[in-house]
């Protein structure tokens, strides 16, 4: 039944996941495009990103790189991508921390907007088996390394092989 596409496995629309998951924004912004049959529920940025500090551990850093930059006339320089990106979550710390200081919507308006695409968000989100197989399908060999961890979990679900994956590791 697996084989013979989504009209004839329509039991697996009846099985349902709930799971919280925390990814970068960028990421989400992907994931939005499985509107159908997913339910999704968020820590708001807009009520939450003012009441607690914002460090290294709010963004995705895990395969971040040094930037080796070539140019003919001056030596080659090596730009620390990890400096550079702390220096700038140092700055929205200052933001964060004015805020509250004044309640001036300035402030968290910057800082809004500011926002880079890898920093973090928790949404708790309810799917089914058959979505997930539309996922894992699309998205097993994307460049992103967060949907091959995406990916990994699916496998991970009671008969993830059997009723998700089964045929579509080729």
Same mark, same amino acid.
């Given at each position: 039944?697996?084989?013979?596409?989504?009209?004839?496995?329509?039991?697996?629309?009846?099985?349902?996941?709930?799971?919280?998951?925390t990814?970068?924004?960028?990421?989400?912004k992907?994931?939005? /495009?499985?509107?159908?049959?997913?339910?999704?529920?968020?820590?708001?940025?807009m009520?939450?990103?003012?009441?607690?500090?914002?460090?290294?551990?709010?963004?995705?850093?895990?395969?971040?790189i040094?930037?080796?930059?070539?140019?003919?006339?001056?030596?080659?320089?090596?730009?620390s991508?990890?400096?550079?990106?702390?220096?700038?979550?140092n700055?929205?710390?200052?933001?964060?921390?004015?805020?509250?200081? /004044?309640?001036?919507?300035?402030?968290?308006?910057?800082?809004?907007?500011?926002?880079?695409?890898?920093?973090?968000?928790?949404?708790?989100?309810?799917m089914?088996?058959?979505?997930?197989?539309?996922?894992?399908?699309?998205?097993?060999?994307?460049?992103?390394?967060?949907?091959?961890?995406?990916?990994?979990?699916?496998?991970?679900?009671?008969?993830g092989?059997?009723?998700?994956?089964?045929?579509?590791?080729?």
């Open positions: 039944m697996i084989r013979a596409g989504s009209s004839d496995r329509k039991f697996l629309r009846q099985i349902m996941v709930s799971v919280d998951i990814a970068p924004l960028y990421w989400w992907e994931f939005d /495009t499985y509107k159908v049959g997913t339910v999704a529920n968020s820590t708001s940025t009520h939450k990103l003012s009441s607690t500090p914002i460090t290294i551990d709010c963004f995705e850093t895990d395969d971040m040094d930037v080796i930059i070539e140019n003919s006339e001056e030596p080659t320089f090596i730009v991508s990890g400096y550079a990106f702390n220096t700038y979550i700055w929205l710390e200052e933001l964060r921390q004015r805020y509250n200081e /004044t309640k001036d919507q300035a402030f968290w308006k910057e800082l809004i907007r500011l926002l880079p695409e890898s920093w973090l968000q928790t949404r708790t989100v309810t089914n088996y058959e979505i997930l197989r539309n996922i894992y399908s699309q998205r097993k060999h994307h460049r992103l390394t967060e949907w091959h961890q995406f990916c990994d979990w699916i496998k991970t679900l009671p008969y092989y059997e009723l998700i994956t089964f045929d579509l590791d080729k």
